[in-house]
Each structure stands twice: as structure tokens, then as C-alpha cells.
């Protein structure tokens, strides 16, 4: 992963993730359901794939794609990463494709540096 960006992935999890459950802000619930995903990839294999992680991703494609932030050519690798992560008949074992996705969480969060109020979801992972 790029330096700076692991710099800032890193402020925004020590800032915006809690220990436990949803994050409070937009920027803290993007960055937990990447890696809640990538957990559940590489470590489980995808084997307790269910309704909530499908929630997640449809998330992260509500809170990216819709923000209109991307060129279209971002836009298109983010739906063809975002579509091979929701694959979870083939878990995704590399880093590369959630190192994306994290880079525009980060861009997201660049683009607004003051918390932004997540409402809790009882769809989503604790």
C-alpha cells in the first residue's frame, strides 16, 4: 500500500473505528467494512459469507459510487473490485483489490475531514 495512504488509513482507524461495532462516522464505517471484508477473505476463507457482509459491500458501493467524487475510470475499477469482492463463492486472498477499495475510502475521507454522522445500521456487521 501506498506510504501516505497507509499513514492515513491508519489516523482514520485509531480515529474513527471503535474497538467493537459500527463506527459513529461515515469515515470510520467505510474503513471497518474493507477490512471486516478482507477479514472474512483471507483469514476465513469466506465461510461465514452471509446477508450482513453483502451489506457491507453494498455500502461501500453506496457511500463511493454515489459520492461523486471519481472520474469514471476510478469508478470502473471501484464497481469491477467492489463486484469481485461480492464474489464470496471465490474468496479474494490478495491485498491488491482491498487496497484499492481503501485508497478511495481514504480519498473519501480526504474529501471530507470532519466526521460525518453514520446511523447505525442493524443490517450491518457488529
Not at 42 to 67: A, T
Request: net charge negative; hydrophobic share 35%.
Amino acid at each position: 500500500m501506498d506510504s501516505q495512504y497507509a499513514v492515513d488509513a491508519r489516523h482514520i482507524w485509531k480515529t474513527h473505528v471503535p474497538r467493537r461495532g459500527q463506527a459513529d462516522s461515515v469515515q470510520g464505517e467505510l474503513l471497518r467494512a474493507v477490512e471486516k471484508l478482507r477479514d472474512e477473505a483471507q483469514r476465513n476463507g469466506n465461510v461465514n459469507w452471509d446477508e450482513h457482509h453483502e451489506r457491507l459491500v453494498v455500502y461501500l458501493r453506496e457511500k463511493l459510487i454515489g459520492s461523486g467524487l471519481f472520474s469514471a475510470e476510478t469508478l470502473k475499477r471501484l464497481a469491477v473490485d467492489l463486484d469481485r469482492l461480492a464474489d464470496f463463492e471465490q474468496p479474494l486472498t490478495d491485498d491488491e483489490p482491498f487496497d484499492r477499495i481503501t485508497y478511495r475510502v481514504v480519498d473519501w475521507c480526504r474529501a471530507h475531514p470532519e466526521p460525518v454522522l453514520h446511523k447505525h445500521d442493524p443490517d450491518l456487521l457488529r
